[in-house]
């Protein structure tokens, strides 16, 4: 059968996915992509590939994100042609700025009907933009770091009688799908100046390791790979004090460090040198003359323990103020962060919604014992809410964990429902999601918009009360689903019933805001005259 025909595409694209080391594959059926479709089943039923098949592409797309964001492998998605492609697009957006390896296979009709008003037919080569887009399977050369688009133009006969054998060798010998290590520019620095290491998102063990061997404080953001150990959790609220953060003469940073407006202050100072180690994509404001972009960097030395002891002193005593904050409010958003943090074993993994709930976690997550392989996960390329549902059970299917959990709002998870919607046939992730359920977006009450000055319109346009009813639509996916007061949290989260489960917890809302500031008013009180 020739290389050319739809068949013969299908079979050359399946040879070469295995060959990239592809264990996982994403489908959303279509007719045009039929013939890929038929290649990966049979990759499947032979123990190849793992196929995951989900109705929605939008779902499909976040699926294969979380799949690849824990295999550390390149993951394909697969769609047919049309509005199908354009629903991959906010998840092809989060892998091209988290730097995740999915794959976008796009069925196509042939170029020829571009521009005519042939069925399902649009303009699809580069349509995302940012992203490589490639239309020959032989051009398919990528690693996991990075999304790639490969749009392959399907004539008919889509079908055709075919022997999906696969014992035959790899089309191309592609090698690992890890790309080998190539050291890069190496920054050392002098130990003296005044120094703290930040720890955005992925940013992994690098920046613990360097806060260690160099004596400097570590601010590490939860899904840093670097909030254990010697790390500082309320290093937020300490950033907020002048009289410390304020003495702050050089920042060290890695990883994608996007979570709080504390942190793109201090990195935007302009009396302040930054070594970032990464690029501008991943650092969150413009780069001023101050800043300096390295692949590496080490210390030439130990820093002042004085200036160590003054951030780990002051953060003890703020802890205390949290914790008493947390005692005091029961039912918040920040003791039930705490709940499921605390029930997140060794070798645990969580995924966290990107608005409120990993802002809680933020605060009262205390770092975690090193080597004990938790692994806190979040969709921070963009921040955005859509497809956490889905990332989570990718993420929850990719890794081997003692407990998966995830942690979101309600706005989160009825954003992403859809997620819900697996098959009889699919495989399920034991995966508990908690629901912090405040009827709306809490995170605004935090905001500028939720002053007084803007009550009038708040509720309406920032709020968003939906009233939904969470425990009909887990029936209607036929999810099992559980309503617990905050209390009962952590006896719930002892006992899982297996398999995908949804936790529910009720809040109130209308005392968020009040909360925030009773918190930043008592790390006030903790750190005065020190």
């Not at 290389?3 to 059926?29: I, Y």
């Not at 688009?149 to 999906?164: A, K």
């Not at 130990?191 to 703290?196: I, K």
């Not at 099992?480 to 899982?496: C, I, K, Q, T």
Request: aromatic share 4%.
């Amino acid at each position: 059968m020739s290389e050319q025909r739809a068949t013969g595409v299908a079979r050359r694209l399946l040879h070469t996915l295995l060959a990239h080391g592809v264990t996982d594959a994403v489908l959303s059926p279509g007719s045009r992509s039929a013939p890929i479709a038929l290649a990966l089943h049979a990759a499947d039923r032979a123990g190849r590939i793992r196929l995951h098949v989900r109705v929605d592409e939008r779902e499909a797309g976040f699926l294969a994100l979380g799949l690849a964001r824990t295999s550390h492998r390149v993951v394909p998605v697969v769609t047919t042609s049309g509005t199908a492609v354009a629903n991959l697009h906010p998840a092809m957006l989060e892998a091209l700025h988290a730097g995740i390896g999915v794959l976008a296979v796009t069925a196509d009709r042939p170029a020829r009907l571009r521009g005519t008003g042939a069925n399902q037919t649009t303009v699809q080569p580069d349509i995302f933009p940012g992203i490589r887009s490639i239309d020959r399977v032989k051009q398919l050369l990528m690693g996991p770091d990075a999304p790639v688009h490969l749009n392959l133009e399907l004539d008919e006969p889509l079908v055709e009688p075919i022997d999906w054998t696969l014992d035959d060798p790899a089309a191309s010998v592609l090698g690992s799908v890890r790309r080998a290590y190539e050291p890069g520019t190496l920054v050392t620095l002098d130990a003296g100046p005044r120094t703290v290491v930040l720890a955005g998102d992925d940013a992994g063990r690098r920046a613990r390791v360097l806060a260690r061997d160099a004596g400097w404080p570590l601010l590490a953001e939860p899904t840093s790979g670097s909030r254990t150990g010697g790390a500082l959790p309320t290093y937020r609220l300490l950033l907020g004090h002048e009289p410390l953060a304020g003495r702050i003469e050089r920042v060290v940073s890695f990883g994608h460090p996007t979570l709080s407006r504390p942190v793109t202050r201090l990195l935007a100072r302009v009396d302040v040198d930054v070594v970032h180690v990464g690029t501008q994509a991943t650092f969150p404001v413009p780069a001023g003359p101050r800043v300096t972009f390295t692949d590496e960097v080490a210390a030439n030395g130990v820093g002042d323990a004085a200036w160590l002891q003054e951030w780990t002193d002051a953060d003890a005593r703020v802890v205390g103020a949290v914790d008493a904050v947390v005692a005091a409010n029961p039912a918040s958003g920040l003791a039930v962060a705490r709940t499921v943090a605390e029930a997140l074993p060794p070798g645990g993994l969580l995924v966290v919604g990107a608005s409120q709930p990993i802002r809680d976690l933020d605060v009262v997550a205390m770092p975690w014992t090193v080597g004990e392989r938790r692994y806190v996960v979040a969709n921070r390329g963009l921040a955005g809410i859509d497809g956490t549902l889905s990332t989570a059970i990718g993420a929850a299917l990719a890794r081997d964990s003692s407990r998966a959990l995830a942690l979101v709002g309600d706005l989160t998870f009825l954003h992403g429902s859809n997620g819900l919607l697996v098959g009889p046939d699919e495989p399920r992730p034991d995966l508990t999601v908690v629901v912090v359920n405040d009827d709306g977006g809490a995170i605004f009450a935090t905001l500028e918009q939720g002053g007084p000055d803007h009550a009038d319109a708040f509720e309406r346009v920032f709020g968003t009360p939906t009233g939904a009813d969470l425990g009909a639509l887990c029936a209607g996916y036929r999810v099992p689903h559980r309503r617990v007061e905050p209390d009962g949290l952590a006896a719930a989260l002892a006992s899982p019933t297996g398999g995908l489960e949804v936790v529910e917890v009720t809040l109130r809302r209308d005392d968020r805001r009040a909360l925030d500031a009773a918190l930043r008013t008592a790390a006030t009180s903790a750190l005065a005259g020190s």
